[in-house]
């Protein structure tokens, strides 16, 4: 297997690997994927209550390279995007930018999952909030 | 001084010796003759020098030297023995044993005896990755011709209890095929001593070249006959026809002679080292499973997973070690290691897996670095394993609780 050096940089230092306080209103967190798959990416966005814009983004993966890469460059897009241009990310952005080959084009499927899932959880809160 | 990438993957290919390669040289160029051609000094030069390399595969594992056949390599050894004894004793019976974890070169090959009729029975194994006796003496009828298990498995390096399977096989008058590739020249392995009635070899995984192989075929008690799969002038005494290849079989017996003299130091030398690594990278990571039974393995074999860490990801940040892993991240399925699963190992550790193969080459300070890099890249994925942060907080919690 042989990586693309996108992936390989974003594999050697990734973006933004961490966590944010789960039970924050103002915290929405993704986890998607299978262990026994292979991949399990979580994913978490922050939304200043203010702006509604992203203002930071973390992630933590289980996976192969492409897979921590495709999170990775997933929580670099994120931060400064509203919602509605977060949701705008696709799986095909991913693939072009990481240049990833047809066999991994799943991991940028989760990536994109992972993003709507850390959305949808962020709206939930603000909903129960109400 | 080490030499970068280091090669631990001696399961999958051996470099070739170089008193190996300095035997087989000159059957490329001066005594290039073809081991068939009667009637000029070329053609005998070669002949004297396969009876040579036939009688040194023979010594390794207790045969004669007429009970070789040279093939192009184990699978084609394994292809010969299965298929030539299923159609030759067919009218005896169509039932074939074998087990899950086999090599698919035995595995494939039974696949397609069924397309032409034969009942094949795969046995699971133990968690351990050992064949249970009682399901094999459960499983052989009347119609059983072939029971087809390996010595030693290419995955988890698990040794098969293979002379009790000889026993159970001979008692029963039942043929015993054993691929025995990976256990030949690194453990003791006698075809008298354990039953065996045909057992496939390989010289590129003995410190020998690519290419040849040899499949040993009992011709005493009982004899074994074959029907060929591949027809022509009738060499290998009508078993494999085909030109000899003269400097490849060279080099199998030369690896061979070589392996029998140092198989003793040897073995202690590489379990020595594989101890050495799995004691190291047990002192410095938490949470490492080692796959397939300890106590029956091969010297130079250690699988391991490391839980939470996700193997390609891992063989990506060890890229100055060469290793494999049994996780199958590419493939469409995302099926990890079949030989794992059939072990009973999650889904999960099997993606966390890796293959460690030690060899005559690798030193002790090959197996330092390895530890300290291993280490060290087990620890940066499982800080960013969503994973190990689970079980941690899984773990807090029950420690609260």
Redesign the interface.
């Known amino acids: 297997?042989s990586?693309s050096e996108k992936v390989?940089d974003h594999?050697n230092n990734?973006r933004n690997?961490g966590?944010l306080p789960k039970g924050d209103t103002a915290v929405g967190t993704g986890?998607v994927g299978a262990?026994?798959?292979?991949?399990?990416?979580?994913l978490q966005v922050r939304v200043n209550p203010e702006t509604g814009v992203i203002d930071d983004a973390k992630f933590?993966?289980?996976?192969?390279?492409s897979?921590?890469a495709s999170s990775s460059l997933a929580t670099e897009w994120l931060k400064g995007k509203t919602l509605e241009q977060a949701l705008e990310i696709k799986n095909v952005d991913i693939v072009q930018e990481l240049s990833l080959p047809p066999?991994?084009i799943?991991c940028s499927v989760l990536a994109e999952d992972a993003i709507k899932a850390a959305i949808a959880d962020y709206k939930r809160k603000q909903q129960d909030g109400q | 001084m080490l030499r970068f990438p280091i090669y631990m993957d001696n399961h999958a290919t051996t470099p070739v010796d170089p008193r190996v390669l300095e035997q087989m040289l000159p059957y490329f160029t001066d005594r290039f003759g073809n081991a068939a051609s009667r009637n000029h000094s070329y053609g005998w030069q070669a002949e004297e020098a396969v009876d040579v390399a036939r009688k040194q595969v023979a010594e390794l594992i207790g045969a004669t030297a007429k009970e070789i056949v040279f093939t192009s390599g184990a699978t084609e050894s394994d292809n010969l023995a299965i298929k030539g004894a299923a159609r030759m004793y067919r009218e005896k019976g169509n039932h074939l044993i074998t087990v899950v974890t086999e090599h698919k070169a035995v595995i494939d090959t039974c696949k397609h005896l069924e397309k032409e009729g034969f009942d094949v029975t795969y046995l699971p194994v133990k968690r351990d990755g050992l064949v249970d006796l009682d399901r094999l003496r459960a499983a052989i009828t009347d119609r059983t011709i072939l029971i087809s298990i390996m010595a030693a498995n290419n995955e988890v390096g698990v040794l098969q209890p293979i002379a009790e399977i000889g026993k159970m096989a001979r008692e029963r008058g039942v043929l015993f095929h054993t691929d025995a590739v990976q256990a030949a020249g690194k453990v003791p392995f006698d075809v008298n001593a354990s039953s065996v009635d045909m057992a496939s070899l390989s010289a590129h995984k003995m410190y020998g070249p690519k290419g040849v192989g040899a499949l040993y075929v009992r011709r005493r008690n009982p004899r074994v006959l074959l029907t060929p799969i591949i027809d022509g002038g009738g060499h290998e005494r009508g078993m494999r026809s085909g030109t000899l290849n003269v400097p490849g079989i060279v080099g199998f017996g030369k690896a061979a002679a070589i392996c029998r003299e140092e198989l003793a130091t040897e073995s202690a030398r590489v379990t020595g080292l594989r101890n050495r690594l799995s004691d190291g990278l047990r002192r410095e990571l938490d949470e490492i499973y080692i796959n397939g039974s300890v106590e029956h393995r091969l010297p130079g074999n250690l699988n391991v997973s490391f839980a939470y860490v996700e193997g390609e990801s891992l063989l990506m940040g060890i890229n100055d070690i060469a290793v494999s892993s049994g996780s199958a991240c590419t493939s469409a399925t995302l099926e990890p290691s079949y030989v794992l699963k059939a072990l009973g190992t999650s889904d999960e550790l099997a993606h966390s897996s890796i293959r460690f193969g030690l060899g005559r080459f690798n030193t002790e300070e090959e197996v330092d670095f390895v530890v300290q890099k291993v280490s060290a890249v087990v620890k940066r994925l499982r800080e960013m394993s969503p994973l190990y942060e689970l079980a941690k907080e899984h773990e807090e919690v029950k420690i609260r609780g």
């Not at chain 1, 262990?35 to 979580?42: F, I, R, S, T, Y």
């Not at chain 1, 933590?60 to 390279?65: A, H, L, M, N, Y």
Request: charged share 20%.
């Open positions: 297997m990586y390989i594999y990734p690997v966590s986890l262990p026994e798959c292979g991949d399990v990416m979580k933590k993966t289980f996976g192969c390279g897979a921590i066999v991994k799943h």
